[in-house]
């Protein structure tokens, strides 16, 4: 894995194409405004029912590419063994002091997949433990990024805010339809993945919900833990009435 440059945002998933699922969009319009933008997969997608790690690699770099990141990597953490250990955070916190994000995006703590909410936890730790200036790594001295959020779209939960992606939504379903070996119709796990035909309406319904909350289009939704800071009561966007 190249070493990551300094980054904006760095997104941090459990496996290759759910940061494609969750915050796409949100990746696209902060490269569109200038930031520098990075994933982390943790597994390499070894043990998935469709698709070899090669295969995975693959179209995880042709999504990022259409995401407009600026650096995407993969540890090699086992494949539905994400485990919150401390070999694991250091592992996380080499790539976070080498790129120094201000924002880190996490996945939802609570979720279907044991690797999903893991990966919130073991990110979070590995940002505190990245902080700790006696711990030492050849990558570089200590950081914590300022922001951590939690993407949200598979979760029932209210989001603490959304992102309008409503300019971007289509390179986010085409960075999804990257991954071939995952959605392309095919007999092998046919029971588990929604049919080819039925992607794009079930992401662009998602996406269609979380934006009429916030009055536009297409957003995607996020969870912070801390309170919202607002210093001008005249700028606080979407209307009440």
């Not at 459990?14 to 569109?32: K, N, P, S, W, Y």
């Not at 250091?90 to 002091?97: C, E």
């Not at 300022?146 to 603490?160: C, E, G, H, Q, T």
Request: proline share 5%; with cysteine; glycine share 10%.
């Amino acid at each position: 894995m190249k070493t990551p440059p300094q980054l904006d945002v760095l997104a941090i998933a459990a496996h290759r194409d759910d940061v494609e699922q969750t915050c796409g969009g949100t990746l696209l319009r902060m490269a569109a405004q200038g930031a520098r933008t990075g994933i982390l997969d943790l597994t390499q997608g070894e043990a998935g029912t469709r698709g070899t790690a090669a295969e995975r690699e693959a179209e995880a770099n042709e999504a990022a590419g259409i995401l407009r990141a600026s650096w995407r990597g993969a540890l090699d953490i086992p494949d539905g063994r994400v485990e919150n250990t401390y070999e694991n955070k250091l592992k996380i916190a080499a790539v976070l002091r080498a790129a120094r994000p201000r924002v880190v995006i996490l996945p939802y703590w609570q979720g279907r997949h044991p690797d999903h909410y893991t990966t919130a936890t073991l990110g979070y730790e590995a940002c505190f433990v990245s902080g700790l200036a006696k711990v030492e790594m050849p990558e570089g001295g200590p950081h914590r990024p300022f922001k951590i959020m939690y993407a949200s779209l598979y979760a029932d939960v209210r989001p603490s805010f959304v992102v309008d992606i409503s300019e971007h939504i289509e390179e986010r379903h085409r960075a999804l339809l990257a991954y071939k070996s995952q959605y392309g119709n095919q007999a092998k796990g046919a029971g588990l993945f929604v049919p080819e035909e039925e992607i794009r309406e079930r992401t662009f319904a998602m996406a269609r919900h979380y934006g009429l909350l916030a009055g536009v289009r297409y957003a995607e939704p996020f969870v912070q833990k801390e309170i919202g800071l607002v210093g001008d009561l005249l700028q606080v966007p979407v209307q009440s009435i």
